[in-house]
């Protein structure tokens, strides 16, 4: 990260440099780094001088925080990312954070780099042989991964169900962008988590072949395989059609694709009926293209719901 003011002159006073050096560490979280002092025109020497009585404070080589060593979780980011060098990101779980996709960091601050970038204490470095001019992205002022390359990422270092709630939580903040991610695992092959992103944005991507019909012929052969009875299958109920039913355990299913509700008004309607249906002691369950991908799971579960209302 680059410094934000222009070098000051020669004959400028020190009182001058502490107020350039302070209004850097205003933008910068309490933290500025050597390179940036000096590109702001301090020596060497200026720089140690002012290091000594405790008015930059060393944290890692050539990162310091300014007047006080009372840090923030966005101090200690800002000087992981300075600490780094140049084009260092913040990224995995600390990033994941950043963006409040999940509800704590790592111990440890860990943050992308180029290769050849030593280790540091107290930060995870992960080396990358591509940061792609879309991976970056700036979070409280910090240089961060973006979310497309943060989920990338996170897929290496956590588990399948915390992956799931951290793409959830960006749905969830309008921050998830399904074709961005695709592009981005697409540009990082051989990752680690690649299997399991793909299982968790399997939710999120429409199938343009889950047609009524293909729901249809799938239920019914999860049905003759895992011992569930055959339900009746396009029948109308007070009214209402509805894609299989098993009468005697009034339990009736549902089929849900984006093709299926496509309008506001269309997904709506369809919570209207479940509540006359249920009105009449009829359950809705609704099936979903993953629920018909995992068949012993989802036999498993209905035929729960069955022995309950039987």
């Known amino acids: 990260m680059g410094p934000a003011f222009d070098s000051l002159g020669a004959n400028e006073g020190p009182q001058s440099w502490d107020e350039a050096i302070g209004a850097l560490a205003e933008r910068q979280h309490g933290i500025v780094s050597l390179a940036q002092l000096l590109a702001l025109g301090l020596t060497r020497r200026a720089v140690a001088t002012r290091s000594r009585p405790g008015r930059l404070i060393p944290l890692h080589g050539g990162v310091y925080a300014v007047g006080h060593t009372a840090l923030t979780t966005r101090s200690r980011d800002m000087a992981a990312v300075l600490a780094c060098g140049p084009g260092a990101l913040l990224s995995h779980r600390s990033a994941a954070h950043s963006w409040q996709l999940l509800p704590s960091a790592s111990a440890r601050i860990e943050v992308t780099a180029g290769r050849g970038r030593k280790p540091k204490p107290g930060i995870t470095i992960h080396r990358s042989r591509l940061i ?41 903040r309008r921050l998830f962008d399904l074709a961005s991610v695709e ?49 009746s299958t396009c029948l109308s109920l007070a009214g209402h059609e509805v894609d299989a039913y098993w009468s005697d355990a009034r339990l009736a299913i549902e089929f849900d694709g984006e093709s299926f509700h496509r309008t506001t008004q269309a997904f709506h309607e369809d919570r209207r009926r479940d509540r006359r249906l249920a009105a009449r002691g009829i359950q809705v369950s609704r099936v979903t293209w993953p629920d018909l991908q995992e068949p012993a799971r989802l036999a498993a579960e209905l035929r729960a719901i069955r022995s309950k209302r039987l």
């Open 183 to 231: 592009t981005t695992l697409a540009r990082l092959p051989g990752r680690r988590g690649r299997h399991r992103l793909r299982r968790v944005l399997a939710a999120y991507r429409p199938d343009p072949s889950f047609t009524r019909s293909r729901a249809e012929r799938l239920f019914l052969r999860l049905c003759a395989d895992h011992a569930l009875p055959r339900p």
């Open 132 to 172: 792609h001019p879309d991976d970056n992205a700036t979070v409280g002022g910090i240089p961060t991964t973006g979310v497309a390359r943060t989920l990338v990422d996170l897929a290496d270092v956590v588990s399948e169900r915390r992956l799931g709630d951290a793409v959830n939580e960006a749905e969830v």
